[in-house]
């Protein structure tokens, strides 16, 4: 229980009990070839994916909302890309978790639905206030867009899309600022309407840009078939027994979903994964300072009687609520200090006071950390916490040490990293031990 553990995963022991199920039932299909699941469109081993492929995805997605079902259907066009075209992999992760770069880069589309209308009036010839029209009837822009592209006449058929010119399109639109930055990203969505082939590439495409897919594929079905397509696809893979598969196959996506709490970067791990596979991944993957980790989060329970329970005959510590905002600080090898949410936002701007204080809390010798920990409203006065309210009212962006009006108090309660070292594999008991030996108590 000591790795943080992905929100997405975190809830009561039956949910958990259930995920497993599906992936150990999906492992066993796997290992027997006993799968029905299959991409519908093709192409030529080392070009880049063809959107179409990832649309006939997601529509094989939409069309069912069996857990097994849409992890056959990902592993298996995972294992697809793999064979033919692994440059895409990346992208097609992206594209599929509906981000174009890592959480804690906070890259985002940021496209609005008025822009969103515009673009497929522009591309399709339809009056904005009938697309608002039909858009207000169904409630999703993609099926207006579906709509729109179905009922639009052609003179020719544009050249296919590939997953690559796609995610570089996204991208592209993402950092479009400036003057007319809004026109621009509206003329190169429009651009993009217009080089879909088909209605259902229009749909997808502009629930993408909404960041809104609708499938129901979760983040956590995507890992899970990542890392078995992984296993699938090694050349080992095909020597051993039904059973080994199997048991190779169940356990791949927990070693894959482990790390990528530690070090929450496709940008990362999928590199390491064409080249060492499942198996290299703990070796090359590990937490690094500058790269917000997953938080750990608590399992809710029904009743006190019910914790106790759990951990009765064994050694646990209790730790205060505080009523404040959940904090990893990182001090980097060369000196850089960043702050992040639970959410891994870059809160560094946010807390200047923080930053300028770090030198005060650590002692000689120290050149690297990740600290977990709550960062409070602090009364300076009374030495008390304040209500969660008063932390709120601070600003989030281009905070100026002299403006800075709620006095904060920094809390650690677990240590992640320290000078070169991860230590998400030791006990709590022992990180406790180094937080209390390598950090000091100020104010």
């Known amino acids: 229980?000591?790795?943080?553990?992905?929100?997405?995963?975190?809830?009561?022991?039956?949910?958990?009990?259930?995920?497993?199920?599906?992936?150990?039932?999906?492992?066993?299909?796997?290992?027997?070839?006993?799968?029905?699941?299959?991409?519908?469109?093709?192409?030529?081993?080392?070009?880049?994916?063809?959107?179409?492929?990832?649309?006939?995805?997601?529509?094989?997605?939409?069309?069912?909302?069996?857990?097994?079902?849409?992890?056959?259907?990902?592993?298996?066009?995972?294992?697809?890309?793999?064979?033919?075209?692994?440059?895409?992999?990346?992208?097609?992760?992206?594209?599929?978790?509906?981000?174009?770069?890592?959480?804690?880069?906070?890259?985002?589309?940021?496209?609005?639905?008025?822009?969103?209308?515009?673009?497929?009036?522009?591309?399709?010839?339809?009056?904005?206030?009938?697309?608002?029209?039909?858009?207000?009837?169904?409630?999703?822009?993609?099926?207006?867009?579906?709509?729109?592209?179905?009922a639009q006449s052609t003179l020719f058929t544009p050249k296919p899309m590939t997953v690559s010119s796609v995610f570089k399109a996204f991208r592209k639109i993402a950092l479009t600022s400036g003057a007319d930055s809004i026109e621009r990203k509206v003329q190169s969505i429009a651009a993009l309407m217009s080089s879909c082939r088909s209605g259902e590439e229009a749909k997808y495409l502009v629930r993408s840009l909404e960041g809104k897919l609708r499938i129901g594929l979760a983040e956590a079905t995507v890992l899970i078939s990542l890392a078995q397509a992984t296993v699938m696809n090694n050349s080992e893979y095909k020597t051993m027994s039904k059973n080994d598969k199997t048991a190779k196959l169940a356990e791949a996506p927990n070693v894959l979903k482990a790390?990528?709490?530690?070090?929450?970067?496709?940008?990362?791990?999928?590199?390491?994964?064409?080249?060492?596979?499942?198996?290299?991944?703990?070796?090359?993957?590990?937490?690094?300072?500058?790269?917000?980790?997953?938080?750990?989060?608590?399992?809710?329970?029904?009743?006190?009687?019910?914790?106790?329970d759990r951990v009765e005959g064994h050694k646990f510590t209790c730790e205060y609520k505080y009523d404040g905002e959940r904090g990893q600080i990182h001090l980097l090898e060369d000196g850089t200090i960043k702050i992040f949410s639970r959410n891994l936002e870059d809160n560094s701007q946010k807390f200047p006071d923080i930053i300028k204080n770090v030198a005060r809390f650590i002692k000689e010798g120290t050149k690297s950390f990740v600290l977990d920990c709550e960062v409070v409203a602090w009364d300076k006065e009374k030495k008390s916490i304040l209500p969660f309210q008063v932390l709120t009212t601070r600003k989030r962006k281009d905070v100026k040490h002299e403006d800075i009006k709620v006095t904060v108090c920094v809390f650690g309660f677990d240590i992640l990293y320290y000078n070169g070292e991860p230590l998400l594999q030791k006990s709590l008991e022992t990180r406790r031990d180094i937080l209390f030996s390598v950090f000091n108590e100020v104010e």
């Not at 929450?264 to 590199?271: F, R």
């Not at 064409?274 to 500058?290: F, I």
């Not at 917000?292 to 106790?308: D, N, R, Y």
């Open 259 to 308: 790390v990528y709490s530690e070090l929450p970067s496709y940008d990362i791990i999928v590199p390491v994964l064409l080249k060492h596979g499942v198996d290299g991944l703990r070796e090359h993957c590990k937490l690094t300072p500058g790269i917000p980790c997953k938080p750990m989060l608590a399992h809710p329970t029904k009743s006190i009687t019910e914790v106790l």
């Open 1 to 150: 229980e000591d790795l943080p553990t992905n929100s997405e995963d975190v809830g009561t022991e039956e949910i958990v009990k259930k995920e497993e199920g599906t992936i150990n039932a999906v492992a066993v299909l796997l290992a027997s070839n006993n799968i029905s699941a299959n991409i519908d469109i093709d192409w030529k081993a080392g070009e880049s994916v063809p959107y179409a492929a990832l649309v006939n995805a997601y529509e094989k997605i939409e069309a069912t909302s069996k857990r097994l079902e849409i992890q056959e259907i990902m592993t298996t066009f995972f294992l697809r890309i793999l064979e033919k075209s692994p440059d895409s992999l990346l992208e097609v992760i992206y594209l599929c978790i509906n981000r174009i770069c890592p959480e804690f880069e906070g890259l985002e589309l940021g496209i609005g639905e008025a822009s969103l209308m515009k673009a497929i009036a522009m591309s399709t010839g339809r009056k904005v206030q009938a697309i608002r029209k039909e858009y207000s009837e169904t409630g999703d822009l993609g099926l207006v867009a579906k709509a729109s592209k179905k």
